[in-house]
């Protein structure tokens, strides 16, 4: 069973829009919900991170939200650039440092 | 901007034969981690390491697979006898802590095995 589920698998959107990515998580316990972006053929990179008494946090032009409750996150994009197409990983982090991936979400910025 | 280097970028196995991946932390972190991404798939944990040991591994990490801190910067992941299905990028991660630290991620190794 697939701890970290997101959505859509993958988006063509045009350079200058928005976008919005989910994840819902499961694993429990909680303790922190991250969003890496991973550049085809490179290594993730560290976006936002949020403990479950943060219901959003932003870096430059994205903005992440997250419902502990619902045990849902997104990841908005605002603006998208050319240099946005990546996969969006929402990352589940639990237990004693460790970390469960999604699949990611697979966007195209096109001009 | 400090990196985890690792080396080499892409490695050309033998079903069967060792190899060893090697990866380079940035320098004040504590904790190290080896992750794989089998081609199309998400990525997976497979074990961190704190204070000369192993702190947590997951299912994937068996008998076949050793990691080791050989000197104060180096930090590899060995892979006794590899198989088809191991082929793979395996990335090394590290960071100053846990829990909200971030865990940075270098570029990957690319294991083919033939």
């Known amino acids: 069973k697939n701890q970290v589920e997101q959505s859509p698998q993958s988006l063509i959107i045009l350079e200058g829009k928005n976008c919005t990515l989910q994840?819902?998580?499961?694993?429990?316990?909680?303790?922190?919900l991250r969003w890496y972006k991973q550049d085809t053929g490179r290594g993730p990179v560290s976006l936002t991170i949020?403990?479950?008494?943060?219901n959003t946090k932003s870096n430059g032009r994205y903005t992440a939200t997250l419902d502990a409750d619902t045990k849902q996150s997104s990841l908005h994009i605002t603006a998208s650039q050319l240099s946005d197409s990546a996969s969006y990983i929402c990352?589940?982090?639990?237990?004693?440092?460790?970390?469960?991936f999604g699949k990611g979400n697979q966007v195209v910025v096109i001009p | 901007e400090p990196e985890v280097t690792q080396t080499p970028s892409h490695q050309v196995t033998q079903m069967g034969q060792e190899v060893i991946l090697r990866c380079v932390p940035i320098?004040?972190?504590?904790?190290f981690y080896w992750y794989r991404q089998i081609l199309g798939q998400k990525v997976e944990f497979l074990v961190s390491?704190?204070?000369?040991?192993?702190?947590?591994k997951s299912e994937i990490f068996d008998d076949q697979f050793s990691v080791e801190r050989p000197d104060g910067s180096n930090f590899t992941l060995k892979i006794r006898s590899t198989k088809l299905e191991d082929s793979a990028m395996y990335f090394c991660?590290?960071?100053?802590?846990?829990?909200?630290?971030?865990?940075?991620f270098g570029a990957g190794t690319r294991l083919s095995v033939l």
């Open positions: 320098s004040n972190h504590l904790y």
């Open positions: 990352v589940d982090f639990y237990g004693n440092n460790r970390l469960a």
């Open positions: 991660a590290s960071s100053e802590g846990v829990g909200e630290n971030i865990q940075y």
């Open positions: 390491f704190y204070n000369n040991e192993i702190s947590e």
């Open positions: 949020m403990t479950f008494s943060e």
């Open positions: 994840c819902n998580y499961t694993v429990s316990p909680f303790s922190n």
